[in-house]
T-cell receptor
Framework: AQSVTQLGSHVSVSEGALVLLRCNYS??????LFWYVQYPNQGLQLLLK??????LVKGINGFEAEFKKSETSFHLTKPSAHMSDAAEYFC????????????FGTGTRLQVTL | GAGVSQSPRYKVAKRGQDVALRCDPI?????LFWYQQALGQGPEFLTY????????KSGLPSDRFFAERPEGSVSTLKIQRTQQEDSAVYLC?????????????FGNGTRLTVT
């Protein structure tokens, strides 16, 4: 069975500060890992994904994440937060080679303050 | 349409009523997924279609939940004899191919409230 754990249900940063959202995974086989963002009253949108190529993955809106097998982590970062980054962020995992379901974490709500 | 469309946007049902939730995926998308998102939780997988074939329904919580995609396009999630614990946002997503290779496009969801 696979799962993801997102540490911190709420994260608050100042505008211009570093964003770090944590995700640790558990999988018995090599995983594929994803970050999704959900803005208020909108559907989930893919930010980036790791599918066993480069361990440092760059996504949209200046976000990136690094796959660290030794730490079973896939933390999401952005060097400088913008007010428009305020949203809910979900980490998700699927088993490598499978076509179907994603298993999501419980989400982290990012607040950006002036 | 440009994206995944779900209807209705909101649904209020009395306990014991049957409901039907509709999903219009992006045209040409082979894969279709249903997820359930309870308040304060991440989405949880319900079921997966590849074209009209339901390949995985392991996430359906009980036999009161039924999903279909008869022509490989529009899908309907039906919940019979609704219970309060069924209250959640039901998300539909579609993709061109396998989830690891093709991004999932999510609809805005249907918020179901069972009173």
């Amino acid at each position: 069975a696979q799962s993801v754990t997102q540490l911190g249900s709420h994260v608050s940063v100042s505008e211009g500060a570093l964003v770090l959202l944590r995700c640790n995974y558990s999988s018995s086989v090599p995983p594929y890992l994803f970050w999704y963002v959900q803005y208020p009253n909108q559907g989930l949108q893919l930010l980036l994904k790791y599918t066993s190529a480069a361990t440092l993955v760059k996504g949209i809106n200046g976000f990136e994440a690094e796959f660290k097998k030794s730490e079973t982590s896939f933390h999401l970062t952005k060097p400088s937060a913008h007010m428009s980054d305020a949203a809910e962020y979900f980490c998700a995992v699927s088993e490598a080679g499978t076509a179907s379901k994603l298993t999501f974490g419980t989400g982290t709500r990012l607040q950006v303050t002036l | 349409g440009a994206g995944v469309s779900q209807s209705p946007r909101y649904k209020v049902a009395k306990r014991g009523q049957d409901v039907a939730l509709r999903c219009d995926p992006i045209s040409g998308h082979v894969s279709l997924f249903w997820y359930q998102q309870a308040l304060g939780q991440g989405p949880e997988f319900l079921t997966y279609f590849q074209n009209e074939a339901q390949l995985d329904k392991s996430g359906l919580p009980s036999d009161r939940f039924f999903a279909e995609r008869p022509e490989g396009s529009v899908s309907t999630l039906k919940i019979q004899r609704t219970q309060q614990e069924d209250s959640a946002v039901y998300l539909c997503a579609s993709s061109l191919g396998p989830v690891y290779n093709s991004p999932l496009h999510f609809g805005n969801g249907t918020r179901l409230t069972v009173t």
